[in-house]
């Protein structure tokens, strides 16, 4: 597990890419609050699957609030995730990739108000 460390408000979403460059997982996280508000969530380093466990690399993939600060097991996410893909020996423009790829379609889906919005009753 790596615990995810944040202070200040705002939102921002997380992934957990796999060896060939697949996004398995996504988490958006919204923070509310006073601007010394502080927050931790945790994501797993390995995710089980049908044909076994998978090692993942963990990765910040939007931050809408430039003031937020945002830790990975204390240290800058590009930092954590850079080491993470020299432990599993991935190339780390794979992982980058599918980063960008995630980002562009979060931002897509806000634009068109696909996000996690509540309609109005």
Do not use: Y
């Not at 931790?40 to 089980?48: A, C, D, E, G, Y």
């Not at 049908?50 to 993942?56: D, E, I």
């Amino acid at each position: 597990m790596v615990e995810i460390a944040v202070k200040g408000p705002g939102d921002f979403s997380v992934g957990l890419i796999d060896a060939k460059g697949r996004l398995l997982f996504r988490k958006r996280l919204v923070i509310s609050g006073d601007p010394a508000i502080e927050a931790r969530s945790r994501l797993p380093l390995t995710v089980q699957t049908r044909n076994g466990a998978l090692a993942v690399v963990p990765v910040l993939i939007v931050r809408r609030n430039g003031e937020q600060q945002i830790t990975f097991a204390g240290r800058p996410p590009s930092e954590f995730t850079a080491q993470r893909c020299r432990e599993l020996k991935l190339a780390p423009a794979i992982v980058e990739k599918t980063a960008r790829a995630a980002a562009a379609a979060v931002l897509r889906a806000d634009e068109v108000g696909l996000s996690m919005r509540v309609p109005r009753a």
